[in-house]
């Protein structure tokens, strides 16, 4: 097993097609076959499955992919540490929709203009599934909002994970036009909530401030942006919980009712020890921003 191999398995685990990944990787289709073959020769396992002119990822193959991605970025971490630095190398960055609307966008333009070598990798998420991810592996670090963690901050230790406070969000609650009244929970006549799947630390808060917990009255509408939140909220039918620097960049309309609900802390998380260059650009221009 070499790295040469785990890329060549990343990449047509990423197209599910040999052809395109051979484009990709500049090499022909019969030499993708081939490393694959022996990749599988190599871990006593098929991690593909074929049917017919289909291509999918055997369940061992699932498995195997998430180690070989690790694989691939502790490699390129070690030479990015060997040299200083001075490869540039590549820093996964995982964060909540939100900061990656409202708060990255400058910080992350001035990165690149400092250090354009670094390759920066973004991904977006819930808060709870990117500090799995950062747990794990497979990010470099994330912005996060803390979910609630069984000893607190002794249990981000246990977890192998530090975190620093970065910015305080302000969140708030949407509310219909027809609301314009309401001053509190108890009086909100809406029985949805808008929100991100589970795992979406302000879903949780949201849910706790209206008293969703076991009522058969409240309905959460699943949706993947905060754009569609705020339009199931226009059009009357949920409310939603937002940052209120998300509703000055998306426009929100007016007209829409705005409560107060809580402050916030958005985290940089990483792992214990981890220390490369490109990471600590990316503190420094933090500590600038």
């Not at 694959?36 to 020769?41: D, F, P, R, S, V």
């Not at 219909?176 to 009244?181: C, I, K, L, S, V």
């Not at 260059?277 to 921003?289: D, E, K």
């Amino acid at each position: 097993m070499d790295s040469e191999s785990l890329r060549i398995f990343c990449t047509v685990a990423a197209e599910l097609n040999v052809t395109r990944a051979a484009g990709r990787l500049g090499r022909a289709p019969s030499n993708v076959t081939t490393r694959i073959q022996q990749l599988e020769a190599d871990v006593g396992a098929e991690l593909f499955v074929r049917t017919g002119k289909r291509l999918g990822l055997s369940t061992a193959g699932e498995r195997f992919l998430d180690y070989a991605r690790r694989l691939l970025a502790l490699e390129d971490e070690a030479r990015h540490v060997v040299t200083g630095g001075r490869d540039g190398g590549a820093l996964r960055i995982g964060s909540m929709e939100s900061t990656a609307a409202s708060r990255l966008p400058d910080v992350l333009a001035a990165y690149h203009a400092g250090h354009p070598a670094t390759r920066l990798q973004v991904a977006t998420g819930p808060s709870r599934p990117l500090l799995e991810q950062v747990r794990t592996g497979r990010l470099d670090c994330a912005f996060l909002a803390l979910p609630p963690l069984p000893a607190g901050e002794a249990g981000l230790r246990d977890m192998g994970l530090r975190a620093v406070p970065v910015w305080t969000e302000d969140l708030r609650m949407l509310l219909p036009a027809g609301e314009a009244r309401t001053r509190g929970a108890a009086g909100i006549r809406t029985r949805a909530l808008a929100a991100f799947p589970q795992g979406c630390t302000y879903r949780a808060i949201a849910e706790d401030w209206l008293g969703i917990g076991g009522s058969p009255d409240w309905a959460v509408q699943e949706v993947g942006s905060y754009h569609a939140m705020i339009a199931c909220v226009a059009a009357g039918a949920c409310v939603a919980l937002l940052p209120q620097s998300v509703l000055e960049l998306a426009a929100a309309p007016r007209a829409l009712r705005r409560l107060p609900v809580a402050r916030v802390e958005t985290c940089l998380v990483w792992r214990d020890g981890y220390d490369v260059p490109a990471f600590r650009h990316l503190r420094t221009q933090l500590g600038q921003a």
